[in-house]
């Protein structure tokens, strides 16, 4: 199994600042990767996949960069509606298909 | 609209059973790939099964092996898990997620979750 591991757990950012969030492969997963945003009594929603390609209405500010073990997301010039939880996730070698713990994205 | 809503969730007690359902719409639902997502309270995502096109292919985490099935009944579009000797570590809310492309299993549509309580 793949294990996925998120950096910080915790990230205390201001409006308008950048936030870079960090995601750890225990193997190499390739560009196989996609992270989700998760705002508080609301499903997931992808964001990126094959770990730099925006999802459909993912705003520029958001994006995706790395392969193989290790990714980053960076959120440029933090709206309001960004301070949320967000995931990565490996899909390259499965069952099981996982998760990281997540990042928490919070107002400094 | 591309729509997954889900039902089925709510109290039962350790060792029960609860079936789950998830009815899709806006798409052509037998061309998709579909799976199970958990999020206990306060916790992160855990997959739990997957199930492809045309019922090929089934997978599960080993955390639910043996005790849960899903299944797809594509005339209906809706996808189902079948949830038996449930216990209190299976108190989560339930997603349906459909897979983006067939082979590629990241979700671009999710549902809205149905919360299923295991307590006595």
């Known amino acids: 199994e793949i294990v996925m591991t998120q950096s910080p757990a915790t990230l205390s950012v201001s409006p308008g600042e950048t936030a870079t969030l960090s995601c750890r492969a225990s193997?190499?997963?390739?560009?196989?990767l996609a992270w989700y945003q998760q705002k508080p009594g609301q499903a997931p929603r992808l964001l990126i996949y094959?770990?730099?390609t925006r999802a459909t209405d993912t705003p520029a500010r958001f994006s995706g960069s790395g392969s193989g073990t290790e990714f980053s997301l960076t959120i440029s010039s933090l709206q309001s509606e960004d301070f949320a939880v967000y995931y990565c996730?490996?899909?390259?070698?499965?069952?099981?298909?996982?998760f990281g713990g997540g990042t928490k994205v919070e107002i400094k | 609209e591309v729509q997954l809503v889900e039902s089925g969730g709510g109290l039962v007690q350790p060792g029960g059973s609860l079936r789950l359902s998830c009815v899709a719409s806006g798409f052509t639902f037998s061309s998709y790939e579909m799976n199970w997502v958990r999020q206990a309270p306060g916790k992160g995502l855990e997959w739990l099964s997957y199930?492809?096109?045309?019922?090929?292919?089934?997978y599960y985490a080993d955390s639910v092996k043996g005790r849960f099935t899903i299944s797809r009944d594509d005339a209906k579009n809706s996808l189902y898990l079948q949830m038996n000797s449930l216990r209190a570590e299976d108190t989560a809310v339930y997603y349906c997620?459909?897979?983006?492309?067939?082979?590629?299993?990241?979700?671009?549509?999710w549902g809205q979750g149905t919360m299923v309580t295991v307590s006595s």
């Open positions: 199930i492809s096109s045309s019922v090929i292919a089934r």
């Open positions: 996730q490996q899909y390259n070698n499965w069952p099981p298909l996982t």
């Open positions: 193997q190499s997963v390739s560009s196989n």
């Open positions: 094959t770990a730099s």
């Open positions: 997620a459909r897979s983006m492309i067939r082979g590629v299993e990241r979700f671009d549509i």
